[in-house]
């Protein structure tokens, strides 16, 4: 090899060096709700394969099927202060920051804190698991995220939680399982529908979505309706 030679492939082993290191972290990938029991992980990342798409139907077969119940006396006090870090017996309990703010930095990227605090998100971006759209969210526009609970609070209502120890609710009510962080108008149409009248927009996620839904079911006794199991069943096909 001539000098020459020697010399250009120095300088390319050089550029490629610097190019690795200078690439930026990918961001966190979206997590299967297969995958992440705890909750504690960000995302909703399609459900894929055959294999999971049968133990996604396994877990929503496991459901108790029941009819409404009266909504009497529910209100959002009745699952505590809105967002405050009350729960005991899920993941980030009594960890000084409000619920809120833990889920908008679990599933945000370049998340910023207000100065001084190491919990109060004040921006961030966020690819919104419910329609795929990004998000580049700004405190000052705080509704334009919103944090989801997957298995409505109202449902829960519905279903048992007025005979449920207030620990529970409150636990329910701040599960990171039942939290995602979402697009804000969304969210407004979903209200606490189940899943026969509202699923996400963007149909990659539907299996998932369910999924999660049934997870949280699972973990809190909570029945469906006949439809919504209906509903839950066909979307992981």
Not at 37 to 57: F, K, N, V, Y
Not at 59 to 86: C, H, M, Q
Not at 142 to 161: I, S, T
Not at 216 to 225: E, H
Request: aromatic letters at 6%; hydrophobic letters at 35%; one cysteine or more.
């Amino acid at each position: 090899m001539s000098t020459k030679d020697a010399v250009a492939v120095l300088a390319g082993a050089i550029i490629v060096v610097s190019l690795i290191g200078s690439a930026k972290t990918p961001p966190a990938t979206a997590a299967s709700p297969l995958g992440n029991i705890s909750g504690t992980l960000p995302g909703l990342a399609p459900i894929i394969s055959d294999a999971d798409r049968s133990e996604a139907r396994g877990l929503i077969k496991r459901l108790r099927v029941k009819g409404f119940g009266p909504n009497t006396g529910y209100a959002r006090t009745r699952y505590g202060e809105n967002w405050a870090d009350s729960a005991t017996g899920v993941p980030y309990a009594r960890n000084g920051c409000r619920t809120r703010d833990d889920l908008l930095a679990r599933d945000g990227q370049n998340v910023k804190f207000r100065a001084g605090s190491s919990c109060e998100v004040v921006s961030m971006e966020l690819t919104d698991p419910y329609t795929g759209r990004l998000i580049h969210w700004r405190k000052d526009n705080a509704d334009e995220v919103q944090v989801d609970h997957v298995v409505p609070l109202n449902y829960g209502w519905r279903m048992g939680a007025p005979r449920w120890p207030m620990s529970k609710r409150l636990d329910f009510a701040n599960d990171p399982l039942n939290l995602l962080p979402v697009d804000g108008e969304a969210n407004e149409q979903k209200d606490a529908s189940g899943p026969a009248s509202w699923l996400p927009p963007r149909r990659a996620v539907r299996c998932a979505y369910v999924t999660r839904w049934a997870q949280v079911s699972l973990k809190y006794d909570i029945p469906v309706t006949s439809a919504d199991k209906r509903t839950m069943l066909a979307q992981c096909r």
